[in-house]
């Protein structure tokens, strides 16, 4: 089993950047893709970015350019760099690990385990 807990999350104006972490512990499956998921109220939950075992990346159209995703497997944490944040960007941020794939999966069934997520609210 791995447990994963995002932190980072908070209230930024337009325009504002924040760092989410995910730390993993337990079997943190380092040699598999990691990625961040996103659920804003009402809607479904929606591939952000994910990385690979071999640091290769994929994100969605929507953050590409504005976001980073970089993972550091000696402190078995994978973050999210968000710059240029907008209010679309409100949403539950939750940090994935796969068991099966080493590749940057943007499939939400690549993914077995989760994180509790983190709030991050873009608001003037």
């Known amino acids: 089993q791995v447990q994963l807990v995002e932190s980072g999350g908070g209230l930024v104006q337009p325009g504002g950047s924040l760092r989410l972490s995910c730390a993993a512990s337990?079997?943190?499956?380092?040699?598999?893709?990691k990625a961040w998921f996103r659920q804003a109220p009402g809607k479904e939950r929606e591939f952000v970015a994910a990385?690979?075992?071999?640091?290769?990346?994929n994100y969605a159209d929507s953050v590409d350019g504005r976001f980073l995703i970089s993972r550091d497997n000696a402190k078995n944490t994978v973050y999210l760099q968000m710059n240029n944040l907008k209010p679309e960007d409100t949403a539950v941020y939750y940090c994935?690990?796969?068991?099966?794939?080493?590749?940057?999966?943007?499939?939400?069934?690549?993914?077995?385990?989760w994180g509790q997520g983190t709030q991050v609210t873009v608001s003037a």
């Open positions: 994935a690990a796969s068991s099966t794939t080493a590749q940057a999966s943007t499939q939400l069934s690549s993914y077995a385990y």
């Open positions: 337990g079997r943190t499956f380092n040699s598999n893709a």
């Open positions: 990385v690979g075992w071999i640091m290769q990346t």
